[in-house]
């Protein structure tokens, strides 16, 4: 069974960093963009940022602007996004996916997008 295994979440101070890591299991992802995503509790999903496959272009939502830098290291086959000056508001679950495409069109999930199972970033002094 394809996955996605995300790791790097924590409790954190605001203001604290953390680097969050997405490797696949059972397939290489150097074909596919990936996406980060969270969810706080109570909310939807919503994009934070992804990557095309060859890491020629990024997409950030405006909450990641200026914070949150993804990259991706195909020769490990893993996807990071470092999460800086973080703020209470950042909590919940992230999770990554990889879309079966070079471009994450518009950062939008599709049908057929693989996912992890999430890693829980929590801000909070």
């Known amino acids: 069974q394809v996955q996605l295994v995300e790791s790097g979440g924590g409790l954190v101070p605001p203001g604290g960093s953390l680097r969050l890591s997405c490797a696949p299991r059972?397939?290489?992802?150097?074909?596919?963009?990936i996406g980060w995503f969270r969810q706080a509790p109570g909310k939807e999903r919503e994009a934070v940022a992804c990557i095309s496959a060859f890491a020629d272009g990024a997409i950030y939502k405006d909450s990641a602007k200026g914070r949150f830098t993804i990259s991706r290291d195909n020769a490990k086959s893993t996807v990071y996004l470092q999460l800086n000056s973080l703020k209470p508001e950042d909590t919940g679950v992230y999770y990554c996916?990889?879309?079966?495409?070079?471009?994450?069109?518009?950062?939008?999930?599709?049908?057929?997008?693989?996912w992890g199972q999430g890693t829980q970033v929590t801000v909070s002094s």
């Open positions: 059972r397939f290489t992802f150097d074909d596919y963009a």
């Open positions: 996916s990889a879309h079966a495409d070079q471009y994450f069109k518009g950062c939008v999930p599709e049908e057929g997008d693989y």
